[in-house]
């Protein structure tokens, strides 16, 4: 897969790629619609592409996303339909069999959600909640019967209440997958906030990083 990436698009990072090995063991039916939440680059998008007979949608907020993630589906020959809104808006009324997300999840010491700038990619309140919390709101309601919801972030934003959530919209959810991998520049630069809010261990030099899976028991 080739992929360039307009200035300021999320770079794929192990969080894409976890999440990528968990869409790519997701069992679909023939002509499964698929859903990329806050597509970035489009690497899951067209992870899914690939795949026989799949129908892949593709949304992100950010116009450079949209138009990195055009661009990429066409060098690498699949078909994606790209859209440009806020989560879940573009596609109110569809249905989809798989929906996936790699939101925004890192908490940060102000609360407003940045409008500009890299960060865009990455923060998402102070307890990192943010956008999360309206997926869990949102996509449940978009599955097709034995639909499924594979949503990524780190074990620093609460993964409980993730599950917690998903089971109260009426999914049943699990983490399927999980890594641990060192901070980045992003939670290192913030580990003493990160201590002092108790969201880290003293010293504490990893995250953990999980894939939840929730399914429509339709």
Not at 20 to 37: M, Q, S, T
Not at 104 to 130: E, F, H, I, N
Not at 140 to 167: F, I, K, Q
Request: with cysteine; charged share 25%.
């Amino acid at each position: 897969m080739r992929l360039l990436r307009l200035p300021g698009v999320y770079r794929p990072q192990d969080d894409t790629f976890l999440l990528r090995g968990a869409v790519e063991r997701e069992p679909l039916p023939d002509c499964a619609n698929v859903l990329d939440l806050g597509t970035g680059s489009g690497a899951l998008a067209m992870t899914a592409a690939e795949r026989r007979g799949t129908h892949v949608t593709a949304v992100d907020a950010a116009l450079r996303a949209v138009c990195t993630t055009w661009f990429n589906a066409r060098i690498n020959g699949v078909r994606v339909r790209v859209l440009r809104g806020d989560l879940t808006r573009p596609v109110i009324g569809c249905s989809f069999d798989l929906i996936m997300a790699n939101p925004p999840y890192v908490p940060s010491p102000l609360a407003c959600l940045p409008r500009r700038g890299r960060a865009v990619a990455w923060d998402a309140g102070r307890d990192g909640r943010a956008l999360l919390d309206r997926i869990c709101v949102d996509a449940p309601s978009l599955l097709a019967p034995g639909g499924v919801l594979l949503l990524v972030h780190s074990g620093l934003c609460g993964v409980e209440d993730t599950l917690s959530r998903l089971r109260r919209a009426g999914l049943r959810a699990a983490v399927s997958e999980r890594r641990c991998i060192p901070f980045g520049p992003v939670l290192r630069r913030r580990a003493r906030w990160l201590e002092e809010q108790g969201l880290i261990a003293p010293g504490a030099q990893k995250e953990e990083l999980v894939v939840i899976r929730g399914e429509h028991q339709g």
